[in-house]
């Protein structure tokens, strides 16, 4: 089942992964977790994801997190506080920092967004 799963969100990516960003699949083992994001897809475009929820579940908290393969202290977050419904599409602003106590934000142009890396790094079902 983890490998249809892997293999789905593989498919379900392939044709963003041509324009530049690698998106990574989930390596989490945990079922409810993998159920919970089954059916959500995303992209990243001009430093906004845009997040589809076509899962079975209403999403309490989602985060997507990034990091670039050739800075290696770049680190981004989109976080969806507010949840998504089933069906709904949301945006919002990707927020990249570098190194772990810096709040100061980096400005798009001065990232590689061929190189990034993106993956659901959390995801909650709402109440």
Do not use: C, H
């Amino acid at each position: 089942m983890n490998k249809l799963l892997i293999f789905s969100l593989f498919l379900t990516l392939s044709p963003f992964m041509a324009k530049s960003q690698t998106y990574k699949a989930p390596t989490s083992t945990n079922k409810v977790f993998l159920a919970t994001i089954k059916g959500i897809t995303y992209t990243y475009q001009n430093g906004v994801i845009t997040v589809k929820n076509n899962g079975q579940y209403n999403i309490g908290v989602l985060r997507i997190s990034a990091e670039s393969a050739e800075d290696k202290e770049l680190y981004g977050v989109a976080l969806f506080e507010d949840g998504l419904d089933k069906g709904q599409t949301q945006k919002t602003t990707v927020y990249f920092t570098r190194g772990l106590d810096n709040e100061k934000e980096i400005p798009l142009k001065e990232i590689n967004t061929d190189k990034l890396v993106f993956w659901i790094d959390k995801a909650t079902r709402a109440q």
